[in-house]
């Protein structure tokens, strides 16, 4: 059985294909990427596949049995990239794709909920058996701002006492191998979330103690959170994103306590702690 991984080039997709390489013949992963080079390194086989090049999405699945469609990274351009990837799929006789989505895609107030959504419609309108992960936050889309929390003197945002129960990329890489590699998996829907919640003050404390040094959370508006991304020098765009999305943080957004992520990799996910050890250990 040949599966393919669109994304192979990405954070999540190297986890995925080192992760599934354990489990099954390397000969059996396929690695899609629209550059070669980059994911030469896999060690697998690598396909060309351009998210907006239909062609060549239909040449690279080609006698694929499996694909696992890990979202473009093209906020703005996913579903259409996307529903280009489900329609290759159906010509080249896919037989089943998993999608990695988003937790609570259909009720989320967060700003990236409706272009996964339309994701899913088209998945379930296209025929083709699907599986789809509704992958929560990464807890490393906070702990990469802790160097910057230092260099401060604080970490910031607006998601006030919003509970984030977030896990670590690799938590999400193997629920995808295990769904990728197990039987009775088709037509699941799965909320993906970590064991246990913080807030953005217990990620603050967190970071003071590995640390020694003490660095508090300040809460900002969501205007004044937007406007200090702005100064350092992110697009306009981009800073209401990130302060929007801190904003759905605080109503509940990022919270989900139904353990489905650690049932399903058969193991606790990984804790905040570990993930900040990890961020201060690279920053060395």
């Known amino acids: 059985m040949k599966i393919a991984i669109t994304g192979a080039t990405g954070q999540l997709g190297r986890l995925v294909v080192t992760r599934l390489k354990d489990k099954i013949p390397a000969e059996n992963v396929i690695a ?4 070669v080079q ?7 086989e690598v396909r060309e596949a351009d998210y907006t090049d239909p062609a060549s999405l239909e040449r690279a699945l080609t006698g694929i049995d499996t694909l696992l469609l890990i979202s473009s990274n093209e906020v703005g351009q996913r579903a259409v990239q996307h529903i280009n990837v489900i329609e290759a799929a159906k010509k080249a006789g896919v037989k089943w794709i998993v999608y990695t989505s988003l937790l609570h895609a259909d009720t989320s107030s967060l700003s990236l909920a409706d272009e996964h959504l339309a994701t899913e419609v088209a998945l379930k309108r296209s025929g083709i058996p699907y599986t789809i992960l509704r992958n929560g936050w990464y807890t490393e889309n906070y702990t ?15 998601a006030g006492a919003g509970r984030i129960a977030s896990a670590a990329r ?32 217990d990620l603050a404390a967190e970071i003071s103690r590995q ?6 959370y300040k809460n900002l508006s969501e205007a004044e959170y937007a406007g200090v991304l702005a100064s350092f020098g992110l697009p306009d765009w981009l800073t209401k994103a ?5 904003t759905s943080a605080a109503e509940g957004a990022l919270f989900d306590d139904s353990r489905e992520l650690s049932k399903l990799i058969g193991r606790p996910t990984t804790p905040l702690a570990t993930v900040v050890a990890e961020e201060l250990k690279e920053k060395k």
């Open 144 to 158: 990469a701002s802790i160097a910057a929390a230092i260099g401060g003197g604080a970490f910031i945002g607006c």
């Open 242 to 246: 990130i302060a929007g999305w801190d």
């Open 211 to 216: 640390t020694g040094k003490t660095i508090p």
């Open 170 to 201: 690799l938590d999400f890489a193997d629920a995808a191998v295990a769904v990728l590699t197990s039987e009775g998996q088709q037509g699941k829907i799965y909320e993906l979330a970590g064991d246990d919640f913080y807030t953005l003050s």
């Open 38 to 44: 980059k994911a030469a390194e896999l060690g697998v």
């Open 32 to 35: 899609l990427a629209r550059s």
